[in-house]
């Protein structure tokens, strides 16, 4: 019933890069990963919806999953500009990044509504990674460990263990998101280790033992292998690193 925890390291490429662009930096990760194989840890990478496609053929044959950066909460319908998971599985991933900090601040989106899009993503079959994150104002106001039980509790909530055992989480400070701060591994080693004993509490301890827990937020190959080490810490959610082939094999060798 329980996630593996081997480590996985997560490439979100946001709004970046054409499908050519996209082609290439793929094949740049699976030449590295083909020349010098890393055993033992997951992979993900997570392109535009417009470069899924072409990537996907790309990583056939290979270990590499692929993932959406966003879904609806419904299946199909009259929502223009939207994705289905149904389409995500279609043009070939296997897990979608929900609730990230960007879709909470720029597109509002609420943790009834990440909760929403995670059930459906499950139910579709595609496996979520849930982000949650303090603000750092919230932080500086000690309410770090409040913000991380409402976000849990408010989209994980309901699941059954079987629907919460494919769940990732990706625990992202607001504050080291694409800003070149990283929380210090002890900081995130703490808050990893309240969101396992969150997902304990709304499940069971067996499920929270095998819950991968990505830390994001500036996670570059010369912090990663400290961050990694964390007891609680089970792999990476890589944004502007994620960009470059050669950075983002740096960091996968970091998680061995
Ligand atoms: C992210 O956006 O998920 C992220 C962690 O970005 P960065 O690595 O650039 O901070």
């Known amino acids: 019933m329980a996630n593996e925890r081997r480590p996985l390291i997560a490439g979100n490429w946001k709004m970046h890069k054409t499908i050519k662009e996209s082609v290439e930096l793929v094949d740049g990760i699976i030449g590295s990963l ?107 106001q000690g309410r770090t460990f409040d913000v991380l039980r409402t976000q849990i509790e408010g989209c994980l909530t309901g699941l059954a263990a079987e629907q919460l055992a494919k769940v990732t989480v990706a625990y992202e400070p607001i504050w080291a998101i694409g800003t070149g701060r990283t929380a210090t591994p002890e900081t995130a080693q703490e808050a990893h280790r309240f969101i396992r004993g969150l997902i304990a509490s709304l499940s069971m301890a067996q499920v929270a033992n095998g819950t991968r827990i990505l830390y994001g937020g500036s996670v570059k190959p010369e912090n990663a292998a400290s961050l990694l080490a964390q007891p609680d810490i089970d792999g990476a959610l890589v944004g502007g690193a994620s960009l470059k082939a050669d950075a983002f094999y740096a960091i996968i060798t970091s998680a061995r």
């Not at 496609?53 to 009259?78: F, M, P, Y």
């Not at 279609?90 to 979608?96: I, L, P, Q, Y």
């Not at 579709?124 to 982000?131: D, E, K, M, N």
């Open 34 to 140: 083909a020349k010098q194989p890393v055993e033992g840890v997951d992979v993900l990478v997570c392109p535009a919806f417009t470069a899924l496609e072409r990537v996907s053929k790309r990583l056939s044959g290979t270990d590499i999953a692929l993932g959406g950066q966003n879904c609806s909460h419904l299946r199909e319908g009259a929502r223009t500009g939207e994705i289905s998971p149904l389409m995500l599985l279609d043009a070939g991933c296997t897990f979608v990044i929900l609730g990230h900090s960007e879709r909470r601040s720029y597109f509002h989106e609420t943790n009834e509504m990440i909760g929403a899009k995670v059930k459906l993503a499950l139910e579709c079959g595609l496996r979520p990674v849930l982000c949650v994150g303090e603000a750092l104002e919230q932080r500086e």
